[in-house]
């Protein structure tokens, strides 16, 4: 089942090209979850999940059209540029300009384009739209460490925890919903934690999307907000649930209390199953460009991300921002992959981050 949800919704492949392997199972054949006492907080079911596969050839193309469409503000300042245009030192000007309105950065920008340059010298290029499409394999190669499948019921037992966080307005909580209905259509069972507790439409909200998708939630009006992700965790390994996921407050970097909130529900959570959360996931709104890459700085250094989610690439978004993660991850020596992108608001509009597709879509 899970090599199945890794490939079908997941990702296809590493960026490396190796073949997938399949993980572990999440418990030995036979065996039954260990008993365990039902936690406190309170818990709501739902209906059975939808059925509706979204994985067909059309569905798939109808996404890329979509997401051309939201990355246009970017692609076309960038390919503007080669209409018309001449392999010179304006070219490479202008093409440098492009990428830095388009928050590339100017580290990820100069690398481009000396890239751009060698592949040109070295392929004798001599018209202007074969340089674009140079662009689009260096761009892709420059964004490829950014692609990896986001794994489920890798380890030997209990369930995979993923813990998200986000600044207000990043569409956290949305996202949380729509991952959870790709989840289950895929066969994954998965319980929600409410741990933004004082917060009552964000409680709210994620209930909704458990009710809507069939699944269990963990939640509690006011109260510790790490207690509730223990709570969850616990009842997510008592029941055998494939993944449990936690939800947390919504909250700008500079609010330290807030951050020491967030590394306090990651140590709780260690204690409930040990190992965990196998995902620090951010998700980060794509309008806000280089605001973006302050918000990965941020939360990493205070919770030590092991991946990102980008959203409304669909509004004024400026792809160019994932450049310069790119960029940050290589100055840091360290993977720091983008899971998914989301253009929209349809559940079908969340899917999987693929490098040449973005470069395709950024440069038409």
């Not at 340089?131 to 761009?139: G, Q, T």
């Not at 996202?175 to 209905?181: E, P, V």
Request: hydrophobic content about 45%.
């Amino acid at each position: 089942m899970f090599r199945f949800l890794k490939e079908k919704f997941f990702g296809t492949r590493e960026p490396t090209g190796e073949p997938l392997v399949d993980p572990a199972p999440t418990a030995a054949p036979g065996a039954a979850p260990a008993p365990a006492p039902e936690p406190t907080t309170a818990v709501a079911a739902a209906s059975a999940p939808p059925t509706d596969s979204t994985d067909s050839a059309a569905t798939r193309q109808g996404w890329l059209g979509r997401l051309a469409a939201g990355l246009r503000k970017t692609g076309s300042s960038l390919t503007a540029v080669f209409v018309g245009a001449r392999i010179d030192d304006a070219l490479y000007e202008e093409l440098e300009a492009a990428l830095l309105m388009a928050d590339a950065g100017t580290q990820a920008t100069a690398h481009l384009l000396d890239e751009l340059k060698r592949r040109v010298k070295a392929q004798r290029a001599t018209d202007a739209q074969e340089v674009r499409a140079l662009l689009v394999d260096v761009i892709a190669d420059w964004l490829a460490p950014l692609q990896k499948p986001l794994a489920v019921g890798a380890q030997p037992e209990g369930p995979t925890v993923w813990m998200v966080a986000g600044v207000n307005g990043a569409g956290k909580t949305t996202t949380i919903g729509k991952l959870t209905w790709h989840l289950a259509q895929h066969g994954a069972t998965v319980l929600l934690a409410a741990a933004d507790t004082f917060r009552a439409a964000a409680r709210d909200q994620l209930d909704v999307w458990a009710r809507r998708n069939g699944v269990d939630i963990v939640s509690q009006e006011g109260g510790d907000p790490a207690a509730v992700a223990f709570d969850a965790v616990s009842a997510g390994r008592a029941r055998g649930k494939d993944v449990v996921i936690v939800d947390t407050a919504g909250r700008l970097p500079t609010q330290l209390h807030l951050m020491e909130e967030l590394r306090k529900i990651k140590r709780v959570v260690a204690k409930a199953e040990p190992g965990a959360p196998h995902e620090v996931l951010l998700v980060i709104d794509g309008n806000t460009g280089q605001n973006a890459l302050a918000q990965v700085k941020a939360f990493d250094a205070a919770l030590q991300l092991t991946g990102l989610i980008v959203t409304k690439l669909d509004g004024t978004a400026k792809g160019g921002v994932l450049a310069a993660i790119a960029m940050w991850a290589r100055e840091q020596g360290r993977e720091l992959p983008v899971y998914f992108i989301g253009i929209g608001e349809k559940l079908e509009d969340l899917q999987p981050f693929d490098a040449r597709e973005f470069a395709q879509a950024l440069l038409g």
